[in-house]
């Protein structure tokens, strides 16, 4: 059953569990309806998922902290698709959204897809510009059905039957992630080979069409999660540090920072207590104030 979240008579957040058929690839369907008096603005942390908004009304601005090259300087949709990046960015918007997020794990939007996620990676793009999906019609469709459980049951129809006509990600691929996740990104990428039968680059090759990053960039995220877990959870830098793989709190340091554009400390004096986040068990966002 959908859970409803309520947080006032113009925000709405209703989650649901997809269908079985689509997990443990699709981890969440997230319903949204906010209708806020000014505008408003959210750091987006990097994250080891993938996401499929699909934008009823109004648009999103999205600005990259630090924008690589060649990279657009803002974007603006109703409707994006984003692989995993490396860079927080800042989503912006006027006061108004409504629609549905689906996060996923990124193999998962590989077979949903059916393109290789590098192309995703680093970016945003409008879903409707990926060919075969529908996305567009799919949008429509939700936007015109009353109700948030309806909703639901028509994009685990829609996306279970993408599903059947993707591609299969790599056992191999699915292996590679899996340790990395257990690790925390701590696990040095040399060891993934040896246990895979393949060489590195063929590693890097498939990991990087199936899942977007390098296996290298990809566990750097994953490092950088587990540092901000334990950052909101009160634990000493110089701890926090040594468990999330960093060499020192330096080190630590520079990497939040590069990454997200604010000290730790920073961050966790603009953090709410009561923070909310997009999936349990991540650190997703941060809300600006001012």
Do not use: C
Request: net charge positive.
């Amino acid at each position: 059953m959908p859970y409803r979240s309520v947080l006032s008579p113009a925000h709405e957040v209703v989650q649901a569990p997809p269908h079985p058929g689509l997990r443990p690839g699709v981890l969440l369907y997230r319903g949204f309806r906010m209708h806020a008096d000014r505008p408003r603005r959210r750091l987006e942390l990097p994250v080891g998922f993938a996401t499929l908004l699909l934008g009823f009304d109004h648009q999103l601005t999205v600005v990259p902290v630090e924008p690589g090259p060649g990279a657009a300087a803002a974007q603006t949709f109703t409707s994006l698709l984003a692989g995993m990046r490396t860079k927080a960015a800042i989503g912006e918007h006027r006061g108004g959204l409504h629609g549905i997020e689906v996060v996923m794990r990124p193999w998962a939007a590989y077979t949903l897809f059916g393109i290789a996620m590098h192309e995703l990676a680093e970016r945003l793009v409008d879903p409707s510009d990926v060919p075969g999906t529908g996305t567009r019609a799919l949008t429509e469709r939700l936007a015109e059905t009353p109700d948030w459980p309806t909703r639901f049951t028509l994009l685990d129809t829609t996306l279970l039957r993408w599903q059947k006509s993707g591609p299969d990600p790599a056992p191999r691929v699915l292996r590679a992630w899996d340790l990395l996740v257990g690790s925390a990104g701590t696990r040095p990428i040399g060891t993934l080979t040896g246990e895979l039968g393949w060489s590195e680059r063929q590693l890097e090759r498939r990991f990087r069409e199936q899942m977007g990053l390098t296996p290298k960039a990809a566990a750097r995220v994953l490092r950088l999660q587990h540092a901000m877990r334990l950052l909101i959870a009160g634990r000493p830098p110089a701890e926090i540090a040594s468990r999330a793989g960093f060499y020192d709190q330096s080190h630590l340091n520079r990497e939040i920072r590069g990454t997200i554009g604010m000290t730790p400390r920073g961050f966790l004096t603009a953090r709410a207590p009561t923070e909310p986040t997009r999936l349990n068990g991540a650190v997703t966002s941060l809300m600006l104030r001012g």
